[in-house]
């Protein structure tokens, strides 16, 4: 099989086939053309579609590994002068893992879904907005030209608006989307800066053919200065992975986006497109190894990433925000990967945190079904007996995201600890702090959750000590209870319109369409990463795809240390990170299980610092003072100046007036008697006669 060609139709079907699902839900399902198709054909033409797709990425994936490839135009939108636009494909080990990713989480939402969303009036939109999604995140993956690229990315952010403002009824979900689609939009437009750049002095929008000239372009400066050419075209593209993959100072979307459905939190903010800025980056990877300022831009923003947002998952008390800024800090460690030339372990951990995470999510999903929609976790506790594959599902993506030798998220996290290690560009050292800092947070911030959610004393079904007015609550906490469908579960509410468990009621295991994914998510989540690390990190997968420049040792010193993925698992036990790791279960433990009264201790002793954590750096303030503020003062600069002023003011009012005034003096001339007119006749005639007299000749 090596060296052929994969037929073009097949992967067109990749894409196409969740947006067919998505088209019959959302045009035939909804309003739109009024409702022709029930709930049960809205689900199964959206999960069609994606188990098609998902089948179809896994047969790619299989040819791919036997030599099989892809590049190539699928249709020719147009050609300007020697520029084509075109829709094409490029599919080779780094898509083909992306497309199984991609289709594979996306099966396992749709599926959780028609459980989660069973009382919601918006079941079938919901369902077109997924499905449209997942053809958006597959456009971007397997384009093989900036221009396709860009139309995914777009498409991507703009489902994700609709998915977080799902519930439109809601302020803070309007205000969370707005917030979203703004900050993307911040990144983009570094992103589409940096297409811009390369498309002038390479001329080309495909991939393969920019590739080609890279070298060329490496010798350019930007005009007017002496800046290289590559290290601003690699920096603007990285700005819009920092939109997109939610890097500090454009992560503020992020943690907000929890406004939106459960689902969607395991789909956008765990699995995809979050980690569509990760994808990006691996793929230019020729580009950015010819640019060392570049790649510590990206290792110091990642270090910041992964350190500081991991401590503000630390003070949450809401369920789903615990899970979103651990996304945060672990998309900060994929970045730091990228930073050190170790684009294969980032792929690695976007890959094995794709599994973990969505099911983490999904998890903390069914632990809000089963608490009526109660997302505070001091309302819950004891639920392991109650809730048991929820329990045993939770702990296994725990386990996975802290690092534990033999599951997945260990292989991934520890081969991106010893990559910072073995890197010597600017930046490093601070970056080696950060990624080993973050395991001990880590660990301590999803132990704290797991602890006060499914061990120790029972709080919920209680008079609810954590309500609305209470300062310590997270800001989600706004609604009724964050994830709260809004018009159901009314029976569920106490006379303050609190959601969650009435006294004696108990919390009840959820579903089989929702546990099942779970189970599904946690197997990947156990053994992906000793099955695959082998082949992607250290042997020939991303041969030809990925790009390592000789400069940047990092990748070679890991495959020298590795000797199979048993041997690093027992040896990741004698490791630092292990001893970080294990350490933070047992200071959550002690913390919340043992004797409460530390956190109450520390609270009262570093009071300042809890609220700085309790207000996110004052990240938000900053922006709506400095740029909300900003932009408010230049609109209402240029309202009052250039609008009232200069152009009705001015141009507009101001020639009516000069107007008004000629004909105010025409007015005084036109009487309307005929011997004024006779006289003003002889008047010019005569001055005539006196202008032209002196050229009269002489008789």
């Known amino acids: 099989m090596a060296g052929q060609l994969l037929n073009p139709n097949l992967l067109l079907a990749v894409p196409l086939a969740p947006l067919a699902g998505a088209a019959i839900a959302g045009l035939l399902g909804t309003q739109f053309l009024g409702n022709l198709v029930g709930r049960k054909t809205s689900h199964t033409a959206t999960i069609l579609g994606v188990l098609i797709a998902f089948i179809l990425s896994l047969q790619t994936l299989l040819a791919v590994m036997d030599g099989a490839t892809f590049n190539g135009t699928i249709y020719n939108w147009m050609t300007i002068g020697t520029l084509k636009m075109e829709v094409g494909f490029q599919i080779d080990s780094l898509s083909a893992m992306m497309m199984c990713v991609v289709t594979f989480v996306s099966l396992m939402v749709h599926i959780y879904t028609i459980g989660y969303m069973k009382d919601d009036e918006g079941y079938n939109r919901f369902f077109a907005y997924i499905s449209l999604f997942t053809f958006s995140m597959l456009m971007l993956v397997m384009a093989n030209n900036f221009l396709q690229l860009f139309f995914g990315w777009e498409a991507v952010g703009l489902v994700s608006y609709l998915l977080i403002g799902f519930w439109y009824q809601r302020p803070t979900a309007i205000v969370a989307n707005m917030k979203a689609f703004l900050v993307n939009r911040v990144g983009d437009f570094g992103f589409i800066l940096g297409i811009g750049l390369l498309l002038a002095f390479a001329g080309t929008m495909n991939y393969q053919e920019v590739f080609a000239k890279k070298d060329e372009l490496a010798l350019l400066t930007m005009p007017g200065t002496d800046w290289a050419l590559l290290t601003v075209a690699c920096i603007c593209l990285f700005i819009g992975a920092m939109g997109k993959s939610a890097q500090f100072p454009l992560h503020v ?149 802290i690092g534990t030798p033999l599951f997945s998220g260990f292989y991934s996290k520890d081969s991106i600890i010893e990559a910072v290690e073995a890197t010597h560009i600017w930046g490093a050292g601070f970056a080696q702090f950060a990624v080993l800092a973050g395991v001990f947070v880590t660990a301590f911030y999803s132990f704290r959750m797991y602890f006060l959610v499914f061990h120790g004393k029972e709080r919920f079904g209680q008079a609810h000590a954590h309500g609305h007015d209470d300062h310590h609550a997270p800001k989600a906490a706004h609604g009724a209870h964050g994830d709260a469908h809004d018009d159901h579960h009314e029976e569920e509410e106490d006379d303050h319109g609190h959601h969650g468990l009435e006294p004696g009621q108990k919390p009840h295991e959820s579903p089989f369409v929702v546990w099942f994914p779970l189970v599904m998510l946690a197997i990947p989540s156990l053994i992906i990463g000793y099955l695959t690390i082998g082949p992607m990190l250290h042997g020939d997968f991303f041969k030809g795809v990925i790009f390592v420049g000789e400069n940047h040792p990092a990748m070679e010193e890991l495959s020298h240390e590795f000797h199979g993925a048993m041997a690093m698992a027992i040896h990741g036990l004698s490791t630092a990170p292990f001893w970080l790791a294990l350490s933070g279960v047992v200071a959550a433990y002690y913390c919340y299980m043992v004797n409460p009264r530390v956190p109450a201790w520390f609270f009262a002793k570093f009071h300042a610092i809890h609220t700085l954590l309790d207000n996110k750096y004052y990240m938000d303030k900053f922006n709506e003072v400095v740029f909300a503020g900003g932009a408010r003062l230049l609109g209402n600069g240029l309202w009052n100046f250039g609008d009232k002023k200069l152009i009705d003011g001015l141009l507009v009012n101001g020639s009516a007036k000069v107007v008004a005034w000629l004909s105010s003096l025409s007015r005084v001339l036109q009487t309307g008697y005929i011997y004024h007119y006779a006289f003003v006749m002889i008047l010019g005639v005569l001055g005539f006669l006196i202008y032209f007299l002196p050229f009269w000749p002489a008789k």
């Open 253 to 401: 979307w992020l943690p907000d986006s929890m406004e939106g459905p459960t689902p969607i939190s395991a789909l956008i903010h765990a699995a995809t497109m979050v980690t569509a800025g990760i994808f990006m980056v691996s793929r230019m990877s020729p580009l950015f190894e010819l640019s060392d300022t570049a790649l510590s831009f990206i290792l110091v923003i990642g270090s910041i990433t992964a350190l500081f947002m991991g401590f503000l998952g630390i003070i949450q008390n809401d369920i789903k925000r615990v899970v979103a800024y651990s996304t945060l800090s672990q998309l900060g460690y994929m970045t730091v990967a990228l930073g050190s030339s170790a684009y294969s372990v980032a792929v690695f951990h976007l890959m094995t945190h794709a599994f973990f995470k969505a099911l983490l999510f999904l998890g903390a999903g069914s632990v809000i079904i089963g608490m009526h929609h109660d997302q505070d976790i001091r309302n819950m506790g004891g639920l392991r007996k109650y809730m048991p594959i929820t329990w045993i599902t939770s702990l296994i993506g725990s386990l996975a995201l």
